[in-house]
């Protein structure tokens, strides 16, 4: 993978325009149907598709590092991992490679900064957080956060977003529809009249 | 996918008219076409989806934008400037659906109709260095019969401004319910002596002409609406076309060469089906609706030895003037909740700064909206402040204090037309049928990015009087893509300057019309789509009466 497809992938959008949301490339919506039974998966507690547990344990503590457990659920409650692994089976396969080689160069930055260990997700946690700092802008990490960000806040069909713990985390609160007054503001308007 | 319910035509019967598109532009012109008594063949490159396939998934149909295709199937180059090699960007260039019904069903519907000055600017202001300024061949007083059928055909709902053009009837449905980036932008903008009003959108705030009214469900915004409230051209004109048993809709069919016979001509439009089968439907004559990207594209497209440059183009017009409108975005915070995801994007706005104003020192002219335009997955990566964290708690605290207590102000202004930006046919990446891929030029104008900054600016101070927290702007810079894909095939009454007359009819090839967001002269100043529905009723109304008078 290319420099330039992973900041196609980033979509991180500078600007605040629908226009530079980021896209993935991906072969067909099929594709992306088929990952939609991921929910089932998940909740059978089925094997991972693509991912050792080994590599699933090493990105889910990546995971709970950009959205921790706190106060609130993150990443981990959230599922995010079974997310990831469902796409990284389907429509970003083609990430997968690149997934593998960064977890490869993460697990020798541990060695090298804490000699003995190997395992990121072994380490303390803020012994994590510094490593992330060593590593937020590889282009390894930009594919874990745009995954995480996706398995936090995608449908929970994907197999993320467990409970709506994403949604909820931000104040969405999926109905089908809705009646005014929508919010502070234009409720007081209203009784203001 | 839908099951088609007009007539069938066979591909050796000589129809009417073939409709290239069924967006904005083709879909109003097939069914005023066929309820004229023509029989009218629609070609459409995407599927014909019924309402059932329209959800809230933020993933599938927002960030993969399974409405538009994909990037790898349809690659688009871009460059900023002819000196340089043009590429496939990390984006998306043009923005655009690739379905029945086209942009009109995934826009997010603010309906402007442009004001009396736009027509006629090059007169008003003289000629601008570097532009192919000119004013349009027809006026406000000459469209607004058909904006007024727009309103009660399609849809609209709104009520009068201070600064509307005239209008010949009232709206037919009072505006949709204001939200609290509503009020706050009337708050800001009185507290600065401007006069806000309530935006008028294709989304119906009532129940009309069998549709139901919005539900106030919040996916507008590159989402197809699933009530059909949204006033598209699948909702609102698709069924009236397909009711008069003389339109058949052909979907995913790709349309690539218009063929013309000795006498020049276009004799049959010659397409793909789903297979990648070649066929070739005989027609009296072609309409080309395809907008203001695949349009040029398919003209310079069907080039032959008659017609070297392409199709219609001995102008050498053909692809050129390219126009995005600018954007400019500034964002607030707020104390109480907004809770912006709930309903459509945009409630109300102001022109106040419409028309150019030499004293501003530079062409140009706008409105600002007060929206807010994202999904909880865009939000997550793209709707904090630039100095936010990207990870860890602080960001997670921060998300989930911004998400309902922020709104923006969009800045929707001119762009000039400019003949280096264009749309022509990439001399490398192909598609994946093996054609061309549309090549992107284009360089904002001096003055277009110095509007947007202006209007950014004001949307500042409207925040900042609001009582905004706190204030960020997304900075101008020059826009590398584009939604409003306009004037690559001009109107115009000199055949040396333009692709098309003023009834839409190609200079060169008296049975081919083109007609949609190609045809636009100046840009207007933003939310195109009112005009390229108007202009499509007009279209229809002219092409129907030469028709009838052997004309063709």
């Not at chain 1, 949301?21 to 072969?27: G, K, M, S, T, V």
């Not at chain 2, 000459?142 to 009068?160: M, R």
């Not at chain 2, 600065?192 to 935006?199: D, E, K, N, Q």
Request: with cysteine; net charge negative.
């Amino acid at each position: 993978m290319t420099d330039r497809e992973v900041s196609r992938r980033d979509f991180v959008g500078q600007s605040g325009s629908v226009l530079s949301a980021a896209w993935l490339a991906i072969q067909s919506p099929a594709v992306l149907a088929a990952a939609r039974d991921a929910r089932r998966a998940a909740d059978l507690r089925l094997p991972f598709d693509v991912l050792s547990e080994d590599e699933a344990t090493e990105l889910e503590a990546l995971a709970a590092q950009i959205f921790p457990t706190d106060e609130t659920p993150g990443a981990r409650e959230a599922g995010v991992i079974y997310f990831m692994d469902k796409a990284l089976g389907s429509f970003a396969a083609s990430q997968l490679a690149g997934i593998r080689t960064g977890l490869v160069d993460l697990r020798q930055r541990v060695a090298s900064k804490h000699p003995g260990a190997d395992r990121f997700s072994a380490l303390p946690f803020s012994d994590q957080t510094s490593l992330v700092r060593d590593i937020e802008q590889t282009s390894f990490f930009a594919r874990v956060q745009s995954l995480t960000v996706m398995g936090m806040f995608a449908d929970p069909a994907y197999g993320g977003n467990r409970d709506r713990i994403g949604w909820t985390l931000l104040g969405f609160d999926p109905q089908p529809q809705y009646e005014p007054p929508f919010g502070h503001y234009d409720a007081e308007e209203r009784d203001s009249r | 996918m839908q099951e088609a319910r007009g007539r069938h035509f066979a591909t050796r019967d000589e129809v009417d008219f073939v409709v290239i598109g069924s967006g904005a532009a083709g879909g109003v012109i097939a069914k005023e076409l066929s309820t004229a008594g023509f029989d009218v063949v629609v070609l459409e490159q995407g599927p014909y989806l019924p309402p059932t396939a329209f959800g809230h998934d933020e993933l599938a149909e927002f960030q993969f934008g399974e409405l538009m295709g994909s990037p790898a199937d349809f690659p688009t180059t871009f460059r900023a400037n002819e000196a340089d090699e043009a590429h496939v960007t990390g984006g998306i260039a043009l923005f655009y659906a690739r379905l029945v019904g086209g942009s009109s069903v995934h826009f997010t519907a603010n309906f402007w109709r442009l004001h009396e000055i736009d027509f006629i600017e090059r007169s008003r202001w003289g000629p601008i260095s570097g532009t192919g300024f000119a004013d349009w061949p027809i006026t406000y007083a000459e469209l607004e019969p058909y904006y007024t059928k727009v309103d009660w055909e399609i849809g609209v709902s709104g009520a009068p401004g201070p600064f509307d053009p005239p209008r010949s009837r009232p709206y037919p449905m009072p505006p949709l319910p204001v939200k609290s980036s509503g009020i706050l932008l009337e708050r800001g903008a009185r507290k600065l002596g401007l006069r806000p009003f309530p935006a008028p959108m294709a989304i119906l705030s009532q129940a009309f002409a069998g549709r139901p009214a919005c539900i106030n469900c919040g996916f507008c915004l590159g989402f197809g609406c699933e009530v059909g409230a949204k006033s598209s051209t699948l909702a609102a004109m698709i069924p009236l076309a397909e009711a008069t048993g003389r339109c058949e809709i052909r979907a995913e069919s790709t349309v690539f060469r218009i063929a013309h016979d000795e006498a020049g001509r276009a004799r049959e439009v010659v397409y793909w089906d789903r297979d990648g089968v070649e066929h070739a439907q005989r027609t009296k004559a072609v309409v080309l609706s395809a907008n203001g990207a695949e349009s040029a594209r398919l003209l310079l497209e069907s080039a032959s030895s008659m017609y070297p440059n392409g199709l219609a183009n001995s102008s050498g017009t053909v692809g050129k003037y390219l126009m995005f409108n600018g954007l400019s975005y500034a964002h607030g915070y707020f104390e109480h909740p907004l809770n912006e995801y709930k309903s459509v994007q945009v409630t109300r706005l102001l022109h106040d700064f419409y028309d150019s104003d030499p004293r501003r020192g530079f062409y140009g002219g706008g409105g600002i909206d007060g929206r807010w335009q994202y999904y909880p997955l865009w939000f997550a990566n793209a709707g904090l402040p630039p100095d936010a964290p990207r990870w860890g708690a602080a960001y997670k605290r921060m998300l989930s204090e911004y998400f309902n207590y922020t709104m923006m102000t969009n800045g929707h202004t001119t762009s000039l037309p400019v003949a280096s930006n264009s749309v022509s046919l990439d001399p490398s990446v192909k598609d994946k049928w093996g054609r061309q891929a549309i090549r992107v030029t284009y360089h904002d104008h001096a003055d277009d990015l110095a509007m947007m900054q202006f209007l950014l600016d004001r949307g500042k101070e409207i925040l900042d009087a609001a009582g905004a927290k706190r204030v960020w702007e997304t900075p101008v810079a020059p826009q590398t893509n584009g939604a409003h894909l306009l004037g690559t095939c001009r109107m115009g009454n000199d055949s040396r300057e333009s692709v098309v007359d003023r009834y839409h009819r190609a200079h060169d090839v008296p049975n081919l019309f083109v007609c949609d967001g190609s045809s636009f002269v100046t840009s207007g100043r933003g939310q195109p789509t009112m005009t390229i529905m108007a202009l499509a009723f007009r279209a229809a109304d002219h092409i129907a009466r030469f028709a009838r008078r052997g004309e063709i």
